[in-house]
């Protein structure tokens, strides 16, 4: 069965410096991962997926995330963060044959300060 | 139009009360979900509908009901809730079986339920 691990349930950076979220997935296959966001009182909005297209992703938001087999990672960064950055973020995978249903990280709460 | 629409945004219950929560898409998925949400944890899967059959039950408690009338509409019928049943329900949908694979969940910006 597939899973991913988020290191860090909170992430603090200041307002322009990087941000990293770590996600390392676990799965015999190579898998679809997908990075979501979810601000205060909303729902999951898709911020990135990797497909075997190409292994550096960029996304919405100035976001990108980068697929590395050998380290059975797809951690998640910004050049520079912004306030409006501040929310929930959620790594999650689902195999590239069966079960279509993806598998969510525990998440981790980016903090942005001024 | 890539849009899930649930209603209503909150709900206030009592644990005697029967209530419904509703969700609708129009991209023509045939795949549809209700999760439940606790505060800072990920969403935990409750239902699956694919083809408006009902495919998957996580072990859900029987005092929540689902229903798909048709491919666009979710419901989840509540009927004597309890207090840990508050939480946020979320609704997604996808496309069934996954074209291309690996396509992802188009999530509604759910409803917060709360049971006293």
């Known amino acids: 069965a597939q899973s991913v691990t988020q290191l860090g349930s909170h992430v603090s950076v200041s307002e322009g410096a990087l941000v990293l979220l770590r996600c390392n997935y676990s799965s015999s296959v190579p898998p679809y991962l997908f990075w979501y966001v979810q601000y205060p009182n909303q729902g999951l909005q898709l911020l990135l997926k990797y497909t075997s297209a190409a292994t550096l992703v960029k996304g919405i938001n100035g976001f990108e995330a980068e697929f590395k087999k050998s380290e059975t990672s797809f951690h998640l960064t910004k050049p520079s963060a912004h306030m409006s950055d501040a929310a929930e973020y959620f790594c999650a995978v689902s195999p590239s044959g069966g079960s279509y249903i993806p598998t969510f990280g525990r998440g981790t709460s980016l903090i942005v300060h001024p | 139009d890539t849009e899930v629409t649930q209603t209503p945004k909150h709900l206030v219950m009592g644990m005697t009360n029967k209530k419904s929560l509703k969700c609708e898409q129009h991209?023509?998925?045939?795949?549809m979900y209700w999760y439940k949400q606790k505060a800072k944890k990920p969403p935990e899967l409750m239902f699956v509908?694919?083809?408006?059959?009902?495919?998957i039950n996580e072990s859900v408690p029987s005092r929540f009901s689902p229903e798909c009338p048709n491919s666009s509409l979710l419901n989840l019928h509540l009927h004597a809730l309890q207090p840990e049943d508050s939480a946020l329900y979320l609704c997604?949908?996808?496309?069934?079986?996954?074209?291309?694979?690996?396509?992802?969940?188009?999530f509604g910006p759910g409803t917060r339920l709360l049971v006293l």
């Open positions: 991209m023509g998925h045939r795949a």
């Open positions: 997604a949908s996808s496309q069934f079986p996954p074209d291309p694979p690996g396509e992802t969940q188009y």
């Open positions: 509908y694919s083809y408006e059959k009902l495919s």
